[in-house]
């Protein structure tokens, strides 16, 4: 594996396609979107609907980062600077959502690399803290998170429905040094 990390090229077909991928899959869908009832269905997304997104909102966009093995994508993650869905409004904050789409890679330390890239980007912009949420079921992201050193400051009741029943979003912090 050669695993490299770099910004999102927003004309980049295979990159928009292989996010679009991940939205989609029936996987990974209820690890990464909250769903708000049982009701809801999935929001399948196309490639167009995705570059019209990152156009609209290119301060968004510009946060987008794709994880590859050689050229091929197989995970993102976003960067947000102070957002607005903090649910401790602290600024020089960094809002992580991460995401390995290609379950092949899933426990190969891929995660890990991703999140010290993403730790540093952080620093960077002057970031101090990052948060993140996870959802209350995700039991292993919220073990890798407590090894990269994040600790849960709070919940969100009821944030989202899956297998059944209505989930917590647990906030997680770290402060960088």
Excluded at 121 to 129: F, P, V
Excluded at 139 to 147: D, G, L, M, S, V
Excluded at 159 to 167: D, M, S, V
Aim: one cysteine or more; proline letters at 3%; aromatic letters at 12%.
């Amino acid at each position: 594996m050669k695993i490299k990390i770099e910004k999102l090229d927003i004309k980049n077909n295979l990159q928009l396609k292989s996010i679009v991928k991940w939205d989609n899959d029936t996987d990974l869908y209820h690890l990464i979107t909250p769903v708000k009832s049982k009701d809801s269905s999935v929001e399948v997304k196309t490639v167009e609907q995705l570059t019209e997104m990152y156009e609209q909102s290119p301060e968004y966009a510009k946060g987008i980062y794709i994880i590859l093995d050689e050229d091929r994508p197989i995970g993102s993650f976003s960067l947000q600077f102070n957002p607005g869905h903090l649910l401790k409004n602290i600024p020089n904050t960094s809002w992580l959502g991460l995401t390995i789409g290609e379950k092949e890679y899933w426990g190969k330390g891929i995660a890990n690399k991703a999140i010290k890239y993403f730790e540093e980007e952080s620093r960077c912009l002057g970031a101090n803290r990052i948060e993140l949420g996870v959802f209350e079921f995700n039991e292993r992201a919220q073990k890798f998170y407590q090894k990269q050193g994040y600790r849960e400051i709070g919940r969100i009741p009821n944030f989202t429905y899956w297998n059944g029943k209505l989930w917590d979003d647990i906030r997680m912090e770290k402060y960088l040094e």
